[in-house]
């Protein structure tokens, strides 16, 4: 089992900064990759962000130069800082693990429960 939690959404202003955690936690024996995904409101979930296990990044072309994704220092967590906020960035934002378990056969994709960024023009 894996827990993926999401931490740092809020309420933000146009053109502020926010950085989002993700840590991932359980009976993982190593990770593929860890990223972002966000959901605006009603609509289809879409791919923000990623770091391989070599720290290679990829990015969506909506947040290229503005986001950036990066390790943090604890184990299993990354921080995503998303500078330039616009309000086409409100959304809830999902950390998304990719992932093999101690107790599983293969690699599996795990979710958090999504953290809200809101952006006011």
């Known amino acids: 089992q894996v827990h993926v939690v999401e931490s740092g959404g809020g309420l933000m202003q146009a053109g502020e900064s926010l950085t989002l955690t993700c840590t991932a936690s359980?009976?993982?024996?190593?990770?593929?990759?860890m990223g972002w995904y966000r959901r605006v409101h009603g609509g289809e979930r879409e791919y923000v962000a990623s770091?391989?296990?070599?720290?290679?990044?990829n990015y969506a072309p909506s947040v290229k130069g503005r986001f950036a994704i990066a390790r943090g220092d604890a184990k299993n967590t990354i921080h995503m800082r998303m500078d330039d906020l616009s309000p086409e960035d409100t959304a809830t934002y999902y950390c998304w693990v990719v992932a093999i378990t101690m107790t599983q056969d293969g690699m599996f994709d795990y979710w958090g429960q999504g953290t809200q960024v809101t952006v006011s023009s």
């Open positions: 359980g009976s993982i024996f190593s990770l593929n990759a």
């Open positions: 770091i391989r296990p070599n720290n290679s990044t």
